[in-house]
């Protein structure tokens, strides 16, 4: 009981901290761990079994960590090494890319072939969004298109706010759309034991047929303000050429061929048997290799904070599992739901996305993962119907306000940094009806397929 | 105005330090920015003023808004960049000018030729002033004036490690309820000048 009252007010003062802001994140979690350990696991349970259990550090020296030769299987509790390694080695993939002028070449290559015209351009930069994010974090995706949009809107003389709306939209969809896309699918993925295909074949068709109805909706709310003031007649020598971009010419063949390896890996790793954590590995250490002048510079650039940060969470996570929290929670889930499967899809996607919209939306995905698992034992419901229910509440629900996903923060803060300033109403007013509108379209494809 | 000369002026509301700085820019001709900063952006970047007005000087909402990788999306947070920007290139491009707030004591600390100064002043002389300025009773004026100065002491705590109104961040602090607005400024010009000669 005693570890139980700690888990909580741990879990609670640690989403209370993240929320306000007021220590950094990474720092939040990581002080949560230690009292995780020290409380929980201590004082609470008097169980060094639960501290080793939750660290985790023996998956990372077997065999499955690295390459699985049968199904592939669930991953322990506690901390998911798998998905630190992974994202760490995107980072440093990524990190080299950017460095050659990858994106910001695909941005401007794309732009040239639709002859900057603003509409084809606002559609293919959508498209381009959602196709990138499905294998790049959606920030850098942010981070590059953003940052072209307004170079282009500042020549093209086009109001790039709803350009950029729209692009922050497709980020997290195309996130939603693969096991890599989103941190939330990588942990789902990596915990339940489900391949890039699976999430492909079940939330990418849902990603897919939204995108559709996507691009519909931005274009009837955003054609007429694209088309205002943008100029009529283009001085093509005034934008930049796709080519001009390149900062490395060896190096940017080098990072493409890298990254078509790494898609080609993930698409593939049900078959091959490699698994996440060793594709990380794979792409990190070829990214190092070929770029060795730059290994530095590129190690500095990855984003420790976040990975610190998973680790904590796992940890806290770890705590209320341990003690048994989590197994309440999903009680409670399932008398509300008085074990009705469409019920219980309706609550877990709306939760989901309500609750991703308003806070970080990769702790509110790790603490679902358990509590799905039991309500799955618990009721005979599927276990992987309620892993595409959550992972679409949560990538989706974060796009309705502007503090639900990194996307929306970066895109938002890209757009201020030259004036363009998106407060809370502008951006809700637009986004929370798309938001609305696909976690609708997602909870009827999971009813009409699955049950 | 051969050398430059950059003139940051904190205030206390209703101490007359808006009105000093103005002084202070017409006297030694030079520009002066103040809400005014805001224009110049928008006019610079072809913006829209209405987007940018009710978000100067003011303090972010932790709850409403999020930091990323150092990227925040709150609009009072990126219009304080802006502006940081702004009086950055202003300074470094040699320009001379009067900047009121907007933490300048701390953006532009880098540069030789800037002259920080807090004017502060007493309690009843700024009740007094605000009483007439604004047509306000006593009590208004008191409320106003605590209102005012707890904004501006959070935005500025919020963006910079120094305290708003703390000595050690200014190279002048100066109670204008003292000299009244004339003795400061006269004050403060015979200072300036000195400093300004032995840059």
Not at chain 1, 103 to 129: D, E, H
Not at chain 1, 351 to 374: C, G, H, Q, R, Y
Not at chain 1, 388 to 398: E, F, P, S, Y
Not at chain 2, 165 to 189: E, F, H, M, P, Q
Request: net charge neutral; proline share 2%; hydrophobic share 50%.
């Amino acid at each position: 009981m005693l570890a139980q009252v700690f888990a909580v007010i741990i879990f609670i003062a640690m989403f209370v901290f993240i929320v306000t802001e007021i220590v950094e994140r990474h720092i939040v979690s990581l002080v949560c761990a230690l009292l995780t350990i020290l409380f929980v696991f201590g004082i609470g349970m008097h169980s060094m079994t639960a501290v080793i259990e939750t660290i985790n550090l023996k998956s990372i020296i077997t065999a499955d960590f690295w390459y699985l030769s049968g199904e592939s299987g669930e991953s322990s509790a506690g901390i998911n090494w798998e998905t630190i390694l992974f994202i760490f080695g995107m980072m440093v993939m990524v990190e080299g890319m950017a460095r050659v002028g990858f994106f910001r070449w695909l941005c401007m290559r794309i732009a040239k072939l639709v002859k900057y015209q603003v509409i084809p351009l606002f559609i293919t930069f959508m498209v381009l969004s959602t196709v990138l994010a499905m294998f790049i974090d959606s920030i850098t995706v942010i981070l590059f298109l953003a940052a072209v949009t307004i170079e282009l809107s500042q020549l093209l003389k086009f109001n790039p706010v709803p350009m950029i709306l729209s692009e922050i939209f497709c980020a997290n969809l195309g996130g939603s759309a693969t096991m890599c896309g989103d941190p939330p699918n990588i942990i789902i993925g990596t915990s339940l034991g489900y391949s890039f295909t699976d999430f492909v074949t079940n939330t990418g068709l849902i990603a897919g047929i939204s995108l559709i109805a996507v691009l519909i909706y931005f274009y009837l709310l955003f054609r007429k303000e694209l088309k205002a003031g943008a100029a009529e007649v283009i001085d093509y020598s005034s934008l930049p050429s796709p080519e001009s971009t390149i900062t490395d010419k060896k190096g940017f063949i080098i990072s493409s061929m890298i990254f078509a390896v790494a898609i080609v890996l993930l698409v593939t790793h049900a078959q091959t048997g490699l698994t996440v954590s060793a594709i990380g590995v794979i792409v990190a250490a070829a990214t190092l290799a070929t770029s060795w002048k730059y290994a530095i510079l590129l190690l500095k650039k990855v984003d420790y904070k976040t990975l610190l940060f998973f680790i904590g969470l796992f940890v806290v996570i770890g705590g209320l599992e341990q003690t048994g929290i989590l197994e309440i929670m999903a009680a409670f889930i399932g008398k509300i739901s008085g074990g009705n499967v469409m019920a219980m899809i309706a609550i877990i996607i709306w939760l989901s996305a309500i609750a991703s919209a308003f806070v970080d939306n990769i702790p509110f995905a790790t603490t679902m993962i358990p509590i799905i698992k039991s309500l799955s034992v618990t009721y005979g419901v599927d276990l992987s119907m309620l892993a595409w229910t959550l992972a679409m509440g949560t990538d989706i629900g974060g796009s309705a306000t502007p503090i639900g996903a990194s996307a929306n923060v970066v895109g938002i803060a890209t757009a201020a940094r030259e004036g363009y300033m998106i407060k809370w109403g502008q951006y809700c007013r637009k986004m929370m009806p798309a938001t609305v509108m696909v976690v609708l379209i997602a909870m009827l494809i999971i009813y009409v397929r699955y049950l | 105005m051969e050398k430059q000369l950059i003139i940051s002026v904190g205030r206390e509301y209703g101490s007359g330090g808006h009105e000093i700085a103005e002084r202070l820019s017409k006297h030694y001709g030079i520009q002066l920015f103040d809400h005014n900063l805001l224009d110049e952006i928008a006019a610079e970047k072809h913006l829209d003023m209405r987007n940018l007005r009710g978000l100067d000087e003011k303090h972010r909402s932790r709850l409403a808004s999020r930091t990323v990788r150092g990227y925040s999306s709150s609009p009072e947070e990126n219009l304080y960049l802006l502006q940081f920007d702004y009086l950055k290139n202003k300074a470094s491009s040699g320009e001379s000018f009067v900047v009121v707030g907007r933490c300048s004591e701390t953006i532009l600390k880098e540069c030789d030729s800037m002259i920080s100064i807090f004017v502060l002043g007493d309690m009843d002389k700024k009740i007094e002033r605000i009483m007439r300025l604004y047509q306000l009773s006593k009590d208004q004026a008191v409320w106003k004036i605590r209102e005012k100065d707890m904004k501006r002491k959070r935005y500025h705590n919020d963006h910079c490690d120094g305290k708003w109104g703390d000595s050690r961040n200014y190279d002048l602090c100066i109670n204008s309820s003292k000299l009244g607005i004339d003795g400061t400024v006269a004050l403060l010009t015979e200072y300036i000048d000195k400093r300004h000669i032995q840059q």
